[in-house]
């Protein structure tokens, strides 16, 4: 099993109003002191996950960096990452290896950097080729530079691209949302991402939406009902043109899925370096009460500096076989019982019930050993995933935002 390493990089031009990552706008000397603090834990983490029971694979076949914006890495920082990285792990050399960018930020010394450094996939925080909506939520670009920087990454031999949009941007319209859908599609990027404008009291937008008032634009952003009118026009649209839709957000034409982010579906082993950063691996020594070891890191800009400060959750086997069902049906292939009896035993039948009343529902569909969620329940999957979680000491664990 080989495993995939992932490193959040916390830094951005400015802030999106609806952004709720720990995130913000430092200076380069600081971004220094981040990518060496980072160095240290990719020369110690192993240790620390041995200590924890955890089993580290040798092989790295993915990395991702993401943010935040890493395309704003200075070129010596890039390199020394990855130096670092290749230094501690045997990386394939057809490794997948992703950086996020934001458009605009793109530049010809940017993208030598990148490609210099092995990358060969750019996941492009486009969020929409509208500039009113784009330029609502505090977006630096306009559609003419993200289109300037998609040709410029494919002249430069980065073909392997992701644009990510979002539905239920103020502004947003029916008419203007399929614009945007028909434009990522014109581009011929053969990944897109579709996420719904999530709102919570960690961004400005969101609070605006939940408190009222209009600095932020909430009293133009579509109600629920036409957000999830967007998303069902994505699934069609992208499915029609050929970009297929093969988890809940993200749709790829054949074999371009995200080989990092299915990881995170599959419980393929993972490490993340960085704030906010989470790690699974598998027990070195399974048992009941451990099947595999969850690390997370501080989600605080100033706490990642104070001391390795490294959390580690045991997950037994009964958490393991909840996350295979509510990871895995994440995805549209769904997920196979046979191979759940196989590892788990069965304990799967504990999920019977369950399984019947979701199909009875419409939000599930049985067909032999595969089960996957129907469209309805893509769009109600919360709800379907909470019905999985049967261990009341049990949170769902975090899994990264896939790009
Ligand atoms: S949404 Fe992304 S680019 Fe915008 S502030 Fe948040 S992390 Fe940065």
């Not at 996939?121 to 289109?147: I, N, Y």
């Not at 990944?191 to 932020?216: K, P, Q």
């Not at 034409?253 to 995200?258: D, H």
């Amino acid at each position: 099993m080989s495993l995939g390493l992932y490193v959040s990089v916390p830094f951005c031009r400015s802030k999106c109003t609806y952004c709720n990552f720990a995130s913000g706008v430092f200076s380069a000397e600081q971004m220094g002191r981040y990518v060496e603090r980072i160095a240290e834990d990719v020369r110690s983490l192993r240790g620390y996950a041995a200590e924890q029971g955890a089993g580290i694979p040798q092989i790295v076949d993915t990395i991702y960096l993401g943010g935040g914006t890493p395309s704003l890495l200075p070129a010596e920082e890039l390199k020394k990452l990855f130096f670092t990285v290749r230094q501690e792990f045997k990386v394939l050399p057809k490794a997948e290896v992703t950086v996020e960018c934001a458009p605009g930020t793109v530049t010809d010394p940017v993208i030598q950097a990148l490609v210099t450094r092995g990358v060969n996939r750019v996941s492009l925080g486009v969020q929409s080729f509208v500039d009113k909506e784009a330029a609502s939520v505090a977006r630096l670009h306009t559609q003419e530079k993200t289109l300037d920087d998609i040709a410029r990454l494919r002249k430069a031999g980065i073909s392997n691209i992701n644009v990510d949009l979002i539905a239920g941007l103020p502004h947003q319209t029916r008419a203007s949302w399929e614009y945007s859908l028909d434009q990522a599609i014109a581009t011929g990027v053969p990944h897109v991402s579709v996420y719904m404008l999530e709102v919570d009291e960690d961004s400005r937008l969101g609070r605006e939406l939940i408190a009222g008032g209009t600095r932020y634009h909430a009293h133009f952003v579509p109600d629920d009902d036409l957000t999830a009118e967007f998303y069902e026009t994505a699934c069609d649209r992208l499915n029609a043109a050929g970009i297929e839709q093969y988890e809940i957000s993200n749709f790829a034409r054949a074999g371009f899925e995200s080989k990092h982010n299915l990881k995170y579906w599959t419980r393929q082993p993972y490490l993340g370096f960085g704030v906010d950063a989470h790690s699974m691996l598998r027990a070195a020594q399974q048992s009941a009460d451990v099947e595999s070891v969850r690390l997370a890191t501080t989600d605080s800009y100033d706490g990642f500096f104070v001391a390795a400060d490294w959390k580690a959750s045991m997950v037994s086997k009964e958490q393991a076989l909840e996350e295979s069902f509510f990871l895995g049906l994440r995805l549209n292939r769904g997920v196979d019982l046979a191979r759940l009896r196989e590892e788990f035993g069965s304990e799967i039948h504990k999920y019977d019930t369950t399984i019947a009343e979701l199909e009875a529902d419409g939000l599930l569909r049985q067909n032999g050993n595969n089960i996957r969620l129907t469209a309805r329940g893509r769009l109600l999957s919360n709800d379907v995933f909470e019905r999985f979680i049967v261990v009341d000491r049990y949170a769902k664990p975090t899994i990264p935002e896939a790009g």
